[in-house]
């Protein structure tokens, strides 16, 4: 089992700054991928940033949304994920949830195709 800690969520005005983290632990050398998801109430989860871990090549994936504003990235040598946020909208405030996989994903944004979340942390952008 992998167990995932999601921390750095608050507030900011439009145009700020937020820096997501994201600790895994338990059974980790096996994971795949990690990645994050984000949920606004009453609306389906998207997916907004995935990455392929260390060994499998560093690759990052990005919603459309994200429009070069967000940069996910993996802490050398550690189990944990950073999601840079720059540029913040209102239309970013949602609950982000961190995710994992020991398996491969066929589709990154895909929400069922992700075995581990976290529990989430609230993300506000608003004047």
């Known amino acids: 089992q992998v167990q995932l800690v999601e921390s750095g969520g608050g507030s900011v005005r439009p145009g700020g700054s937020l820096t997501l983290s994201c600790a895994a632990s338990?059974?980790?050398?096996?994971?795949?991928?990690m990645g994050w998801f984000r949920q606004v109430q009453g609306k389906e989860r998207e997916g907004v940033a995935a990455i392929t871990l260390h060994g499998r090549g560093g690759v990052t994936y990005y919603a459309p949304f994200v429009e070069g504003r967000f940069t996910i990235s993996q802490e050398n040598n550690k189990n944990t994920v950073v999601l840079q946020m720059d540029n913040l909208k209102p239309e970013d405030t949602a609950t982000y949830f961190c995710v994992a996989s020991a398996r491969y994903v066929p589709a990154i944004f895909g929400a069922e195709s992700w075995e581990y979340w976290g529990q989430g942390t609230q993300v506000t952008v608003s004047s």
């Open positions: 338990g059974v980790t050398s096996s994971l795949k991928y």
